[in-house]
């Protein structure tokens, strides 16, 4: 059985940065794509990034290009998000999630529904 940790998140203020990252157990890491997400309060689950199984491609909301950046360590079996110049508007539950569905798939990705396992959820709140 898949298990998905998140850990990293926190407060900090706009502007500032935070790393994110998810360990995977169980499973063949390298063969899945894999996904951050997002929740706020009161909206619902809001893609954010996805990196192909081999970090081939990569998928991002528009809101957060330039900004966020997604990477993975196949050997390490992790998947972190970098975020820069945060803004109060990226407060959320992150989670992260994996497409245990398609190996060796190579996207597009760009919704929940393109990923059927998650973590916890890690929460990142920015202050102004």
């Known amino acids: 059985q898949v298990q998905l940790t998140e850990s990293g998140g926190g407060l900090v203020q706009a502007g500032r940065s935070l790393r994110l990252s998810c360990t995977v157990s169980g499973g063949t890491f390298n063969q899945y794509t894999m996904g951050w997400f997002r929740q706020a309060p009161g909206k619902e689950h809001e893609f954010v990034a996805a990196?192909?199984?081999?970090?081939?491609?990569?998928f991002y909301l528009d809101s957060v290009k330039g900004r966020f950046t997604i990477s993975r360590d196949n050997v390490k079996k992790a998947v972190y998000l970098q975020m820069t110049s945060l803004k109060p508007e990226d407060t959320a539950v992150y989670y992260c999630?994996?497409?245990?569905?398609?190996?060796?798939?190579?996207?597009?990705?760009?919704?929940?529904?393109?990923?059927?396992?998650w973590g916890q959820g890690t929460q990142v709140t920015v202050s102004s």
């Open positions: 999630a994996t497409d245990l569905r398609r190996a060796y798939y190579s996207g597009p990705y760009n919704t929940p529904g393109d990923f059927n396992s």
């Open positions: 990196i192909t199984w081999s970090g081939g491609r990569t």
